[in-house]
Every structure is written in C-alpha cells, then in structure tokens.
C-alpha cells in the first residue's frame, strides 16, 4: 500500500507510483502517450509483489480522463532480474564502448565525481 500511499510512511510530498507514471507520461509528446500507457512494464523486487501489476492498472485508469482505457502493464516472469539483464545487454553492446567505463583505480583516484566526466 505505501507504494501508492507514501503518505502512510510520512512521505506526504513523495506521489504514489501510480501518480509519478502518470505524470511522467504526460510530459511525453502527445502523439506517443496512447503507446507509452499501452507499454508500462513492472520490474524489479517490489514489483513481484501479489496483485501489483493490477493495482497499479487500476489506479492508472483512473487518473486518464473518461473514455480513455488504454493502460497495459505488463509484469514479464523475469522481472526481479529484468535491471541486471539490461544492464548486461546495454555492456555487451559495441556502441557502449569503454568511454562509458569508470575504473576502480579512476574511481579512488578521483572519487564519486569521476562519474561526470561521462557528460562529455
């Protein structure tokens, strides 16, 4: 519940995940928000938890404006592990290269602000 409630933790400021999709997807193009809604995928641990995929459907349609039900949230098996398998294709492409690379001995030598020499 405090997924979509955060207020029950104390976290009155903070939108429930249903809220923060939402407003997420209404800063997208116009022309891609109908895709985007028919898109939303769940993924990692929480995500795994009973009835979540339907919850979050149902609280997402009543957000849209009347008439418009389009929301699919697709919750894949794999989830728990759907980041770390992204993150293994995206290293494995040649195009990531190892520009994007942060070496143990750069990142004593250098500390955390070595990661924005990525902005480059």
Same mark, same amino acid.
């Given at each position: 519940e405090v997924m979509f409630s955060p207020g029950l933790l104390g976290q009155h400021e903070a939108p429930g995940i249903h809220t @923060?999709?939402?407003?997420? !997807?209404?800063?997208? @193009? /116009?022309?891609?928000?109908? %895709? /985007?809604y028919r898109n939303i995928f769940l993924v +990692? +641990?929480?995500?795994? !938890? $009973? +009835?979540?995929? !339907?919850?979050?459907? %149902?609280?997402?349609?009543?957000l849209l404006?009347? +008439?418009?039900?389009? &929301?699919?949230?697709? @919750? $894949?098996? %794999?989830?728990?592990?759907? &980041? =770390?398998?992204g993150g293994s294709v995206l290293a *494995?492409?040649?195009?990531?290269? *190892?520009?994007? =690379?942060i070496q143990r001995q750069d990142y004593e030598e250098h500390g955390p602000s070595i990661s924005h020499r990525l902005k480059r």
């Open positions: @923060a999709t939402h407003q997420s !997807l209404t800063h997208c @193009a /116009l022309d891609t928000r109908s %895709e /985007l +990692g +641990g929480n995500s795994k !938890l $009973p +009835g979540m995929d !339907l919850r979050l459907r %149902e609280e997402m349609r009543r404006p009347r +008439g418009v039900r389009v &929301v699919r949230v697709n @919750a $894949p098996l %794999e989830r728990k592990f759907s &980041v =770390w398998i *494995s492409l040649i195009t990531f290269g *190892s520009r994007m =690379w």
